[in-house]
Nanobody, 125 residues
């Protein structure tokens, strides 16, 4: 079983920045695609960004392109840098892992088998 633990959320003013971290433990997952999703109150969980198992390929939702950056520094930790934050970025941010498709970047919730508990990001105007 893989455990994912997010951290780094908080309250920030519009235009500010945050760095989210996702630490994985429990089993080897070198070839897993890692991703971030978010869910605002009364909305569906939506894809934010993903990174391939080797860090060579990334994918972003159009709403965050140019502002957010996903990265990883080793096989157990990945990061989401959030810049130029807007009030509409307010949501619970989840880290997720896809162990089954190392050849492509998954972007839908059903493709990810492992999820963290989430970290809250609140952007004030």
């Amino acid at each position: 079983q893989l455990q994912l633990i997010e951290s780094g959320g908080g309250l920030v003013q519009a235009g500010g920045s945050l760095r989210l971290s996702c630490a994985a433990s429990g089993r080897a997952f070198v070839t897993y695609t890692m991703a971030w999703f978010r869910q605002a109150p009364r909305k569906e969980r939506e894809f934010v960004a993903a990174i391939s198992w080797n860090g060579g390929v990334t994918n972003y939702a159009d709403s965050v392109k140019g502002r957010f950056t996903i990265s990883k520094n080793n096989a157990t930790t990945n990061y989401l840098q959030l810049n130029a934050l807007k009030p509409e970025d307010t949501a619970l941010y989840y880290c997720a892992a896809d162990p089954r498709r190392p050849w492509r970047i998954a972007t839908t919730t059903s493709e990810f088998d492992y999820w963290g508990q989430g970290t809250q990001v609140t952007v004030s105007s």
